[in-house]
Nanobody, 115 residues
Framework: QVQLVESGGGLVQPGGSLRLSCAAS????????MGWYRQAPGKQRELVAS???????NYADSVKGRFTISRDNTKNTVYLQMNSLKPEDTAVYYC?????????WGQGTQVTVSS
């Protein structure tokens, strides 16, 4: 059974922080790269951070130095620590494989950065 459950979003002021979590089913997590994607209103979904099974990370230029992705392979969970948030980070955030092999998305978690 494929499962991706994102949590941790919310409303935060500019400059604030949030930590997102994503619990995945073991079959789509354990040997795959994982990442965080986001989709802002009227825009295409974009990949902002990824992590390989052995912990190598990669970030979009727009979030480099502010976001940190990590994973706990014992819990099939991937995290996104977001610091120094900006209004342009406002979006629905999703986790999924990188590259993506499953035709499935979770419900996402809304992040709103506003004063």
């Amino acid at each position: 059974q494929v499962q991706l459950v994102e949590s941790g979003g919310g409303l935060v002021q500019p400059g604030g922080s949030l930590r997102l979590s994503c619990a995945a089913s073991r079959t789509i997590f354990v040997i795959y790269g994982m990442g965080w994607y986001r989709q802002a209103p009227g825009k295409q979904r974009e990949l902002v951070a990824s992590i390989t099974p052995d912990g190598r990370t990669n970030y979009a230029d727009s979030v480099k130095g502010r976001f940190t992705i990590s994973r706990d392979n014992t819990k099939n969970t991937v995290y996104l620590q977001m610091n120094s948030l900006k209004p342009e980070d406002t979006a629905v955030y999703y986790c999924n494989q990188v590259p993506r092999y499953v035709n499935y998305w979770g419900q996402g978690t809304q992040v709103t950065v506003s004063s």
